[in-house]
């Protein structure tokens, strides 16, 4: 249970049984009052704006209508004590046997406690990573594979039926200097010296055994090919093995898709590119027109001459764009829509791509397509993850030797390992640049949030292990637990964690709707330091030990306690894709 969207339902309800009693509720628009945890918690549990929301349309001075809420919340036996602050702030203090309630309720719901169904159902697409098939992926891209992995789990746990789909950038001139890169390992595989790889063309050594592939299926019988001939048949297999490699690093990874999606699928019997320009035609979104040099850097797709063009400024975008290019072949972002118009035909209607941050010019055409060629049924967001730099130690890390101008994902995951590189890769908003340093997300301190978050589950294991050995007559099952009575949780560092618990709900429903994981990141890295804090109390001081052999009932309520903290935890990082180490 969100504890802030029930309290929000009872503070309505009191301002409308006192605030509004002679009014039409319907005339004031409630939807702006808040509920949440006040800055400091010295000031309660749960704070509300209400008076102030209230106080422009009713003219009335907040202070006056914090008054009458504070009166028609005086009832409820939940709530303790209520307090106005400042110019008319509402903070309530919850009672004992509310705050009892809390660990209950997470041993019950164990890895579902916090997950809700506020998406009720809906369909929602997740489009992430989408890097070209020329290569292994590097570790921009790995920032922007964990964040559409982890937006995907929290709106999956938030209630909404998710897809997760890659879409294969594998039409166009790119898979085709792929090709001719892999041709030239191709000939080194069968014994001749090719030098250095032209410029253009791919100098990674991750070709290598792509050559030595098409040797052992062709022998030299490519050889006896020209261009147009072995051209199709390399870049086929080239690009299979690239994907074969990025799907293998995003395994590694603990990334997954649903629907890997071919662009040059768009063209393979019917053709969806045209289809999606039908539709826009058939709104008169489409026309022969010409375009005015853009101002600044020229955009590669404009050309001076009298094109096929899309009526984007319609929909808020800067120009119109065309659609085919002079050759009459169709432009990037011809296929784009296209492509979200498969998106549409499938039966989506809201549409999430996570881009890298190069891609900022995308946003408002890609905006206006969607919204048009759905007739404003579907709606796209885009979520841009700013560039990673990388150090070690503090120092600029060189270029990877094997990507030949880049450093890859598996070699990062491969030193650090999965889950310092997934946490890591979250614990900054999406559209701030990321500093990541190889030591210092080794490092087994407080100064590396990802250890301090698994060290503080592994804790929670660690007294449950105790327990066993020192208190083998208290069932550690959740559902034992739940039945201990947490009244007896005075101290203000477990009431803190009781607090911090409760505040899960609210943190994932946040996270999902503003599409924002980091949030999730620093929940747990506060709810960790906050247990930690606990723990160190409770070494100075032995009366706050978790088991306590002369006190059963304080004992049971304590490992319920741990046990609804591990769970809460755990939780968290499965959202992350992190896993919850026992042992540390």
């Known amino acids: 249970m969100n504890i802030f969207d029930d309290f929000n339902g009872r503070i309505r309800k009191a301002v409308k049984a006192s605030v509004l009693a002679d009014r039409d509720a319907a005339e004031i628009d409630l939807d702006r009052l808040a509920t949440e945890p006040p800055r400091d918690p010295a000031h309660g549990d749960i704070a509300t704006n209400a008076a102030m929301v209230l106080a422009k349309p009713l003219k009335a001075k907040p202070r006056d209508i914090a008054e009458k809420i504070a009166a028609a919340l005086a009832d409820d036996d939940d709530i303790e004590s209520v307090e106005i602050a400042g110019p008319g702030f509402v903070n309530l203090r919850l009672s004992d046997r509310f705050w009892a309630e809390q660990p209950?309720?997470?041993?019950?719901?164990?890895?579902?406690?916090?997950?809700?169904?506020?998406?009720?159902?809906?369909?929602?697409?997740?489009?992430?990573?989408?890097?070209?098939?020329?290569?292994?992926?590097?570790v921009g891209h790995c920032r922007g594979a964990v964040v559409g992995d982890a937006i995907a789990n929290l709106l999956a746990a938030t209630g909404y039926d998710v897809t997760r789909e890659y879409y294969i950038n594998d039409a166009g001139a790119q898979v085709d200097q792929l090709a001719r890169s892999a041709y030239l390992r191709y000939r080194?595989?069968?014994?001749?010296?090719?030098?250095?790889?032209?410029?253009?063309?791919?100098?990674?050594?991750?070709?290598?055994?792509?050559?030595?592939?098409?040797?052992?299926?062709?022998?030299?019988?490519?050889?006896?090919?020209q261009p147009p001939e072995w051209l199709p048949v390399v870049r086929e297999r080239a690009v299979d093995a690239m994907?074969?490699?990025?799907?293998?690093?995003?395994?590694?990874?603990?990334?997954?898709?649903?629907?890997?999606?071919?662009?040059?699928?768009?063209?393979?019997?019917?053709?969806?590119?045209?289809?999606?320009?039908?539709?826009?035609?058939?709104?008169?979104?489409?026309?022969?027109?010409?375009?005015?040099?853009?101002?600044?850097?020229?955009?590669?797709?404009?050309?001076?001459?009298?094109?096929?063009?899309?009526?984007?400024?319609?929909?808020?975008?800067?120009?119109?764009?065309?659609l085919l290019k002079s050759d009459g072949s169709y432009t990037?972002?011809?296929s784009d829509i296209a492509y979200h118009y498969v998106k549409f035909s499938r039966g989506a209607r809201r549409l999430i791509d996570v881009l890298g941050a190069d891609h900022g010019g995308y946003l408002k055409r890609m905006r206006a397509a969607v919204t048009a060629m759905s007739g404003g049924e579907a709606t796209l967001e885009i979520i841009f993850c700013q560039l990673v730099k990388l150090f070690r130690g503090?120092?600029?890390?060189?270029?990877?030797?094997?990507?030949?101008?880049?450093?890859?994902?598996?070699?990062?995951?491969?030193?650090?390992?999965?889950?310092?590189?997934?946490?890591?890769?979250?614990?900054?908003?999406?559209?701030?640049?990321?500093?990541?340093?190889?030591?210092?997300?080794?490092?087994?301190?407080?100064?590396?949030?990802?250890?301090?978050?698994?060290?503080?589950?592994?804790?929670?294991?660690?007294?449950?292990?105790?327990?066993?050995?020192?208190?083998?007559?208290?069932?550690?099952?959740?559902?034992?637990?739940?039945?201990?009575?947490?009244?007896?949780?005075?101290?203000?560092?477990?009431?803190a964690l009781l607090r911090a618990m409760a505040d899960w709900p609210r943190i994932l429903e946040a996270a999902a709707r503003n599409r924002e994981p980091h949030r999730v990141a620093f929940y747990l890295h506060d709810l960790a330091s906050a247990f930690h804090a606990h723990w160190n109390k409770g070494k100075e001081l032995p009366q706050l030990r978790f088991i306590r052999p002369d006190d059963i009932d304080l004992s049971r309520a304590r490992l319920g306690l741990v046990t609804a903290l591990q769970s809460v935890l755990r939780c968290g990082l499965q959202v992350l894709g992190v896993e919850a180490p026992e042992e540390m």
């Open 104 to 138: 209950r309720a997470i041993l019950k719901a164990g890895l579902r406690y916090g997950h809700s169904d506020i998406g009720g159902g809906e369909a929602i697409n997740v489009e992430y990573v989408s890097t070209n098939p020329t290569g292994p992926i590097h």
């Open 188 to 225: 080194e595989a069968l014994g001749e010296a090719i030098g250095e790889i032209p410029s253009g063309l791919y100098p990674g050594d991750y070709l290598k055994p792509v050559g030595v592939a098409l040797k052992e299926e062709f022998g030299e019988g490519l050889l006896n090919l």
């Open 243 to 322: 994907m074969d490699m990025i799907r293998a690093d995003l395994e590694l990874l603990g990334v997954r898709h649903d629907i890997f999606f071919s662009e040059r699928s768009l063209l393979s019997g019917t053709d969806r590119v045209a289809e999606a320009i039908a539709t826009l035609s058939e709104r008169d979104l489409i026309y022969r027109g010409t375009l005015p040099p853009p101002k600044g850097q020229i955009p590669e797709d404009w050309e001076d001459r009298e094109q096929t063009l899309f009526r984007s400024t319609a929909f808020g975008d800067d120009i119109d764009r065309p």
């Open 332 to 334: 990037y972002f011809a």
């Open 394 to 495: 503090g120092e600029p890390v060189a270029m990877s030797k094997r990507a030949g101008d880049f450093v890859t994902l598996r070699e990062v995951v491969e030193e650090v390992g999965r889950d310092a590189t997934r946490f890591m890769m979250l614990y900054r908003k999406a559209d701030a640049p990321l500093d990541f340093d190889f030591v210092a997300v080794q490092e087994q301190s407080k100064d590396n949030p990802v250890f301090y978050v698994q060290y503080a589950h592994a804790r929670t294991a660690s007294v449950r292990r105790q327990a066993r050995e020192e208190a083998p007559d208290i069932a550690l099952e959740a559902e034992s637990l739940a039945a201990a009575d947490f009244r007896l949780l005075a101290d203000s560092s477990e009431r």
